[in-house]
């Protein structure tokens, strides 16, 4: 694998567990460069009630966005 590859999997869940891949202070240093997304997070339910806001702006023949 070349560099840019394994930089790419460096974080992923599966192999982060795997005894010998990171140290904890890398783990930690790395966690720490990525952004923070909060910002960006939706709850579910909110994402239903968006839907369904959706939906009640169409009328009732018309196909969903989704469909």
Same mark, same amino acid.
């Given at each position: 694998?070349?560099?840019? +590859? *394994?930089?790419? $999997?460096? $974080?992923?869940?599966? $192999?982060?567990?795997?005894?010998?891949?990171? =140290?904890? +202070?890398? &783990? =930690?240093? #790395?966690?720490?460069? &990525?952004?923070?997304?909060?910002?960006?997070? *939706? =709850? &579910?339910?909110?994402?239903?009630?968006?839907? #369904?806001?959706? +939906?009640?702006?169409?009328?009732?023949? #018309?196909?969903?966005? =989704?469909?």
């Amino acid at each position: 694998m070349n560099r840019d +590859s *394994i930089q790419k $999997l460096r $974080l992923d869940r599966r $192999l982060v567990r795997r005894r010998g891949w990171m =140290t904890e +202070s890398e &783990l =930690t240093r #790395e966690l720490e460069k &990525l952004p923070d997304v909060a910002r960006k997070a *939706i =709850t &579910l339910g909110d994402a239903a009630d968006e839907r #369904e806001g959706d +939906s009640a702006k169409r009328g009732p023949g #018309e196909p969903s966005a =989704t469909a």
